[in-house]
């Protein structure tokens, strides 16, 4: 099972995929209640299984990981997955660095390299900037996987990213710059968030056509063929925080917006666009848990309050075939050597400890 929702909606299919077994996210696991957003398994109507296998369990937050535990059946095992040198969960707590430090469950750390891996640039410096290395970022061969392009005023640095998605990555690597390459943004704000970045790649990557309709809402210009993002739970419709689709229809009449998710297609209101933004470009906290054929992530010291190391961490390690940072080696180090994210005081690992 995977935590969380959007991304881990992935997560299950890959899983689905790999084992030839049934996976489903932990809120689809307890059997959500949409219109209370209470979970119907708990220790009165238990799970049915002997031993349950739980996926990015760094993802898992204190409640839902306690609503998780209320109803695994006593008899049964667990193990829990997870890699927790990336971001914590965006709920309160930090289960899985508490349960491994607590001592009181069997832990095993995975820290093989294998062979076939062995090769991959993102994964290499994945584990230096883990132990507190700075990665490898010296001139790489055309067909490598990783890829530092060094710049220093913002403006070039955003400039150059533009260029990158729309043509560079296209031409070398055939990517699709829309489908397969995702911008990955340390914020929001400023000249190299989540909202400048976005605006110039949907003028770049889908401009507007004439005769096409286009519905304006909520600080957004939404287009057909545009990337986005739900950015809330919704229930009903039965789309989640950080599912990411695509605007297949828009109804001026109707005021209506019809967008496909996966192979679901979903009809939103005018009146209700405030759920979704644009997508070209998402924060590293929203793509945690996800997979993207190629990622691009600016870095500059303009982030410093967000320069962490597992943040850049799990930026990284979101890139399946390729990754590209552009931007400020000395941002670069800032946020490798700073290994002290925000500390969270939910108290569970004191309660692990407890005589």
């Known amino acids: 099972m995977s935590a969380g929702h959007a991304a ?18 932990i809120h689809r696991l307890l059997e959500i ?20 296998v739980i996926d990015e369990t760094s993802m898992v937050d204190v409640p839902l990981m306690h609503s998780l535990l209320r109803a695994v059946p006593n008899h ?17 707590g930090t289960v899985l660095h508490d349960l491994i430090h607590s001592g009181v469950v069997p832990v095993m750390r995975l820290t093989e390299v294998f062979r076939q891996a062995a090769n991959s640039r993102i994964i290499i410096n994945a584990h230096r900037i883990r132990r507190g290395q700075m990665p ?21 640095i955003a400039a150059m990213l533009v260029k990158l998605v729309k043509e ?32 110039a790649l949907q003028n770049v990557l889908n401009p507007v056509r004439a005769g096409e309709p286009m519905v304006e809402r909520f600080g957004w210009r939404f287009r057909m063929r545009d990337k986005v993002i739900q950015t809330e739970n919704d229930y009903d419709k039965d789309v989640f925080n950080g599912d990411i689709g695509t605007i297949e229809r828009i109804d001026p009449v109707e005021h209506e917006v019809t967008i496909r998710f996966d192979e679901r297609r979903v009809k939103y209101d005018f009146g209700e666009l405030d759920e979704v933004s644009l997508a070209y470009a998402v924060t590293i906290h929203k793509s945690q ?33 390729l990754v590209v940072l552009i931007g400020q080696k000395k941002a670069m180090a800032i946020a490798v050597r700073n290994d002290r994210p925000q500390r969270r005081y939910s108290g569970l690992l004191a309660c692990l400890r407890a005589p």
């Open 33 to 52: 209640d949409p219109a209370t957003g209470r979970f119907n398994r708990h220790e009165a109507n238990p799970l049915s299984c002997g031993l349950l």
């Open 8 to 25: 881990v909606k992935a997560a299950a299919k890959r899983l689905n995929e790999t084992t030839g077994m049934e996976a489903k996210t």
């Open 136 to 156: 490898d970022v010296r001139r790489a061969e055309r067909d490598s996987d990783f890829h530092f392009v060094e710049r220093d005023e913002p403006e070039k």
């Open 289 to 321: 848990g996800s997979e993207f054929p190629a990622v691009v992530i600016p870095i500059a010291t303009q982030h410093y309050m967000l320069l962490q190391r597992n943040l850049i961490y799990t930026g990284i390690t979101r890139g399946k075939k």
């Open 168 to 199: 560079r990555i296209p031409q070398r690597f055939g990517f699709d710059p829309i489908r397969d390459v995702q911008v990955l943004c340390p914020m929001n704000r400023g000249s190299l968030g989540v909202r400048e970045l976005n605006t």
């Open 76 to 92: 049964a095992g667990l193990i829990l997955v997870g890699d927790v040198d990336q971001l914590p969960s965006v709920g309160p």
